[in-house]
């Protein structure tokens, strides 16, 4: 069975030439730098995803969960909002 997989692109490098790739939230925990850090954000941001692969200025996300609009829009909002200080308030 395959994964649901969606591909992010962004105006931002999150690494150089070589990817990596988080297949778990601790994945994310023990690795260094910005891609690491981007891939700990979205595990503990959306439930579902199962793995991450970050490379240049595109993230890769595999989900166990069908992409809905919802899914979809939650992880590019993290994304989105990755590197802002005071990031905008989810409306409640």
């Known amino acids: 069975m395959f994964d649901d997989i969606a591909v992010f692109v962004t105006d931002r ?16 925990e023990a690795g260094e730098g910005v891609p690491a850090k981007l891939a700990a954000h979205l595990y503990a941001s959306e439930e579902g995803l199962r793995h991450i692969y970050v490379a ?8 166990v969960l069908a992409w809905s609009d919802t899914h979809l829009a939650a992880v590019q909002r993290a994304i989105e909002e990755f590197f802002l200080f ?4 989810s409306p409640n």
């Open 13 to 28: 490098s999150f690494t150089g030439v070589e990817g990596v790739r988080f297949e778990s939230p601790a994945d994310a």
């Open 56 to 63: 240049s200025n595109t993230v890769t996300v595999g989900s």
């Open 86 to 89: 005071y990031p905008a308030e």
